[in-house]
């Protein structure tokens, strides 16, 4: 089986994100900032010249509106799956980033998990997800681009190699591409920020 090309988008920045707020089940909208955004990721992906994809977003608005301006710029029609939604983030969700960067520090963890926020486990949402990417594998040849979230990239990153170089964010709009052969990363994951990194 030939490898195959995998695009993992994060969302562009929604209502939440703007107002500084962590959202897990949450469903707020883009920001203004987030439908420049969702433009100019589109516009980047346009630019690949791809051929047809298989499109598909997470089931959260936030995700829908990003996995449809990148539609509309590539001619593709997309589809929505609630298993590549975000991860639940327990009694974290809705805190400011200063509060969960707080909880975290205290905690002496550098990551977000379940024996911490109490939600989903990164396992569990790494299950999901994949199953999610394995039906969409199955369902025809090409690329697959999935619109998702960052806990969700991170859970599924995890679950194809515990040792791989994850990026520590994966911002607003960010694309990770993948290729892989029968289930396993045929390389290392490659990072495309949206926004360039500040020296």
């Given amino acids: 089986m030939p490898s195959r090309q995998i695009l993992l988008v994060r969302h562009c920045e929604s209502q939440a994100n703007a107002d500084g707020r962590i959202e897990g089940r949450g469903d707020s909208p883009l920001s203004e900032e987030g439908r420049r955004q969702a433009e100019a990721v589109a ?49 974290m969700e809705d805190l400011s980033y200063a509060e969960v960067g707080r909880h975290m520090a205290e905690r002496k963890v550098r990551e977000l998990d379940a024996d911490l926020h109490g939600g989903e486990s990164l396992e569990t949402v790494a299950g999901r997800v994949w199953e999610a990417l394995d039906e969409a594998l199955a369902a025809g040849d090409g690329v697959v681009v999935l619109v998702s979230h960052g806990y969700t990239i991170q859970a599924l990153l995890r679950r194809l190699d515990p040792e791989v170089a994850i990026p520590r964010f994966i911002g607003n709009g960010d694309v990770v591409e993948l290729w892989l052969d029968d289930g396993a990363l045929a390389g290392p994951p490659q990072h495309f920020p949206l926004k360039p990194p500040t020296a």
Avoid at 59 to 69: C, D, E, F, K, V
Wanted: one cysteine or more.
């Fill in 43 to 91: 516009a980047l992906i346009a630019a690949r010249g791809l051929a047809d994809a298989r499109l598909v977003a997470s089931s959260q608005a936030r995700a829908i509106a990003t996995a449809a301006a990148i539609g509309a710029a590539c001619g593709w029609t997309g589809s929505h799956d609630h298993r590549i939604r975000e991860g639940d983030l327990g009694w």
